[in-house]
């Protein structure tokens, strides 16, 4: 895998790509960053972690960490007496029978 990030001022493309599309069955992903702001100066890769994190652990382990979580059962419900005696709502969420 070659993640590209398109500001990087330090590796042009251009030159790089040869080499790149020479690697067989390479995943080649550009990531493309927005035009330069001065607010960007610092830290900027910090700022771009989850995005560039996101790829590598989908590529490395084909599971989107960002992605949402489905809810395949909602837990089971049902009113209980607190500790102060008031009724709350309790929820089950690990059920193991029906």
Do not use: C
Not at 45 to 54: A, G, I
Not at 60 to 71: E, F
Request: no cysteine; aromatic share 10%; hydrophobic share 40%.
């Amino acid at each position: 895998m070659i993640l590209w990030v398109s500001k990087d001022a330090t590796h042009v493309w251009k030159k790089f790509q040869p080499f790149a599309d020479k690697i067989p069955g390479a995943l080649i992903v550009k990531h493309d960053t927005p035009q330069w702001k001065a607010e960007m100066a610092v830290n900027y890769y910090e700022q771009l972690s989850d995005e560039l994190s996101t790829i590598l652990v989908k590529f490395v382990t084909g599971i989107d960490p960002m992605a949402k979580v489905q809810v395949l059962q909602e837990g089971t419900k049902q009113t209980i007496a607190s500790t102060h005696g008031k009724n709350i709502q309790a929820v089950q969420n690990i059920n193991f029978k029906e």
